[in-house]
């Protein structure tokens, strides 16, 4: 199998500390072979640490080091500069979230990547990880009938909550409207994050979305999520026809329609260089619903497994010729409900319509 030239776009603390060592760890499928970033002695830092070519300036990266794909990972609302440079010259990307904060440069990135036959992927993760892939996978095989309501409770901010929320519902259900509101709310101060200064504010952000099939959408955040002491149980939950979910607790109604049976979720691993590693998620439904790692050869936590997915979903995209497994499309949607319910609660909470039900 055909190695794929990789680089990386942006080293600061998410790209030098979560994509770089992943993408190093990742050999068998592709070659890591330079790094970029405006910073020269952030990139000639981390280019000395994997043994590969630094650069600051993505132009001159791209045409000298002529890359099959490339990971960008830099401040969102840039992720056009570079993002556009790689389909002019050619080179397929994934880009960390969102695909890009103004839709009106995420639809020039797509039909730009269109226009050059390249692809691109969004690194939305929250989806991926491996508890929410195998509840995923007991949605599409039918165990909860439609899924009528989903929620996300603070589990991710914005597009990434949507994103939660229409991976429960179904990716291919288009929102008609949206409606938001917001309140903020004084707590008792208290240190929010190790490093950071002592809060004693808080954000709420709620949503309403209503989708295509009539599913509803509940999105609640608070801005002392991703660790506030005050605010510590963050969830999700979805509520279908026969059975629902809440966080990692499922069940269905018995044959008899007159119980509840819950969903057991065993956990299989086996060891790779030392290390434990989750070969499936096995759930006792009848049949059996499994979601396996796909990248269970390589040594990666639960966590990385996500990561790791984004960067080969664009590599094999590029080897195979086929769509990423996420696309611009649905970053596109994500960041336009987004959108959609800050506008709303700019505006007395009134309805958002984005398309005809």
């Known amino acids: 199998m055909d190695k794929v030239k990789l680089a990386l776009i942006g080293t600061g603390r998410r790209g030098s500390g979560t994509y770089a060592p992943i993408i190093n760890l990742l050999k068998d499928d592709l ?10 002695e952030s990139v000639e830092r981390v280019a000395a640490q994997y043994g590969i070519p630094a650069y600051t300036e993505t132009e001159k990266m791209l045409e000298e080091a002529r890359p099959e794909a490339c990971a960008i990972v830099i401040t969102p609302s840039n992720n056009h500069i570079p993002g556009l440079l790689c389909s002019e010259h050619g080179v397929s990307y994934v880009t960390e979230t969102p695909i890009d904060t ?10 730009s990547a269109k226009a050059h036959g390249t692809k691109i992927e969004v690194a939305e993760n929250y989806y991926r990880v491996p ?13 909860f009938g439609k899924i009528l309501t989903a929620y996300n409770d603070f589990r991710g901010h914005g597009y990434h909550g949507v994103g939660l929320i229409r991976s429960y519902v179904g990716f291919e259900n288009d929102a008609v409207r949206v409606k938001g509101f917001r309140r903020q709310f004084t707590v008792k101060e208290h240190v929010w994050r190790a490093g950071q200064s002592p809060r004693s504010n808080e954000d709420w952000q709620h949503g309403v979305i209503e989708f295509e099939d009539g599913a509803v959408g509940i999105f609640n955040f608070t801005g002392l999520s991703y660790g506030s002491p005050i605010r510590w149980h963050n969830s999700t939950k979805f509520y279908g026809e026969g059975g629902m979910c809440v966080g990692e607790n499922a069940a269905i ?27 499936a998620l096995v759930a006792d439904t009848d049949p059996e619903v499994v979601w396996e790692n796909p990248l269970r050869h390589y040594p990666l936590s639960d966590g990385q497994i996500s990561v790791a997915s984004e960067i080969m979903s664009i590599v094999n995209a590029v080897r195979n010729d086929t769509e990423p497994e996420y696309g611009p499309i649905n970053g596109r949607k994500d960041r336009e409900i987004d959108l959609a319910m800050s506008r709303s609660w700019s505006h007395d909470s009134e309805w958002v319509v ?3 039900a």
């Open 31 to 40: 070659e890591f072979i330079a790094v970029c970033d405006a910073d020269a």
């Open 102 to 111: 103004d839709l009106e440069w995420a639809d020039k990135m797509i039909e």
């Open 131 to 143: 508890t929410e892939r195998i509840k995923r996978s007991l949605i599409l095989e039918g165990v």
């Open 253 to 279: 109604l018995t044959e008899n329609a007159d119980a509840r049976r819950p969903i057991t979720i065993t956990r299989r691993t086996h060891e790779v260089d030392g290390r434990e590693v989750l070969t």
């Open 354 to 356: 984005l398309r005809d």
